[in-house]
């Protein structure tokens, strides 16, 4: 017999001390092991910060969502508002500077073409309150992709920038040069991805398939609707990955204050 939604998590005085404890513990473990972000910033703070942030998220959304979805003009607002959210998040992840706005194009490259094919073939509908989770999924794995590809490869080509350097003088575009440094770093971003999705089931019951089954859906739908979502995901973060290492390779995303002054091999 499938559990109720609300007998497995009931929203109660004791999930609230719950989840406050497990946040908390979070935190002096985080701090405990002396764990910090760049610059040397403790995750503590940032891991309450994080949880605080999530749960007035989580309650402005739950009251919000029913008025959302009731025009077609309110959706795709919120969809962008999404959009607009992961860009910054992945772009400041990846740097400081100004070109971070270049995040837009990995993410957007990555969720835009198979929300197109969703809702032109009709398994999203465009006025049904399907759209904000799927794209909601399909743009969090976009930028996961891209805050792990991006950050990586910037990584490898200030660690190896000797290199880089070498491969130019022996003849190299700037652009192929990078490439051959950062490429297998940024693809490095797809694993956690391909993982999840080689052990579904075994391992893991992910959030659409236990969604699905709390709902009242048969576990041969939910699992086809799982299964969906992980190829998707799988497509969408191989586009982004893609195109965030290209936007290195040329120069367009950086970490240095002024845009290198490298010809960019176009």
Do not use: C, K
């Not at 971003?189 to 052990?199: E, F, K, M, S």
């Not at 969604?211 to 992980?230: C, D, N």
């Amino acid at each position: 017999m499938l559990l109720a939604a609300d007998a497995l998590l009931p929203v109660t005085p004791t999930l609230g001390a719950v989840l406050a404890l497990l946040l908390v513990a979070a935190a002096a473990l985080a701090s405990y092991a002396r764990l910090t972000q760049d610059g040397g910033r403790p995750y503590a703070r940032a891991i309450l910060a994080a949880g605080l942030r999530a749960a007035l998220q989580l309650g402005a959304v739950s009251l919000v969502i029913g008025w959302v979805v009731g025009a077609v003009p309110s959706l795709l607002g919120f969809v962008l508002l999404m959009y607009a959210v992961a860009v910054r998040t992945a772009g400041r992840r990846i740097t400081p500077n100004r070109t971070w706005v270049w995040a837009a194009v990995p993410i957007a490259a990555g969720v835009l073409p198979v929300l197109v094919a969703l809702l032109s073939t009709g398994l999203v509908p465009l006025d049904g309150i399907a759209l904000i989770p799927i794209a909601g999924i399909l743009i969090g794995g976009a930028l996961t992709g891209t805050v792990l590809a991006g950050r990586r490869a910037l990584e490898e080509l200030a660690l190896r920038h000797g290199e880089v350097e070498a491969a130019m003088a022996l003849g190299l575009l700037d652009r192929d040069a990078r490439l051959e440094i950062a490429r297998p770093a940024a693809a490095g971003a797809l694993l956690p991805g391909l993982d999840q999705t080689r052990t579904v089931g075994l391992v893991t019951l992910p959030g659409a398939f236990v969604g699905m089954l709390l709902g009242g859906a048969s576990p041969v739908l939910a699992g086809a609707v799982q299964l969906f979502v992980l190829v998707a995901l799988m497509l969408v973060q191989v586009i982004a990955v893609a195109a965030v290492l290209e936007l290195i390779a040329r120069g367009r995303l950086h970490r240095v204050h002024s845009a290198p002054s490298e010809s960019e091999g176009e």
